[in-house]
Nanobody
Framework: QVQLVESGGGLVQAGGSLRLSCAAS????????MAWFRQAPGKRREFVAA????????YYADSVKGRFTISRDNAKNTVYLQMNTLKPEDTGLYYC?????????????????????WGQGTQVTVSS
């Protein structure tokens, strides 16, 4: 069982930045593609960004491309989402997710169907 614990959410003004962190359990962290999803109240869970289990390739939703960066530190079993130039429409509950031996492209294509484990979510609120 892989456990994912998120942190770093909060309230920020439009144009500002936040960095989300997701700490994962276990020594097999490097065997998982990692991703971030978000969900606003009353809306469907939306794919945001993914990083392949191997090779370092990334995939981003068009809405965040050029503003968000996903990265990982395998030594710390941690994945990050650096969010810059935040917009009010970025507001939502952000979820960390893990997909066993899955590429970023696959996660971006199959979205929630590719995920094996989910974090509890951390709230990001962007004010105008």
């Amino acid at each position: 069982q892989v456990q994912l614990v998120e942190s770093g959410g909060g309230l920020v003004q439009a144009g500002g930045s936040l960095r989300l962190s997701c700490a994962a359990s276990g020594r097999t962290f490097s065997s998982y593609g990692m991703a971030w999803f978000r969900q606003a109240p009353g809306k469907r869970r939306e794919f945001v960004a993914a990083l392949s289990w191997s090779g370092g390739s990334t995939y981003y939703a068009d809405s965040v491309k050029g503003r968000f960066t996903i990265s990982r530190d395998n030594a710390k079993n941690t994945v990050y989402l650096q969010m810059n130039t935040l917009k009010p429409e970025d507001t939502g509950l952000y979820y960390c997710a893990a997909a066993y031996r899955t590429t970023a492209q696959t996660i971006g294509t199959w979205t929630t169907g590719s995920i094996n484990y989910w974090g509890q979510g951390t709230q990001v609120t962007v004010s105008s």
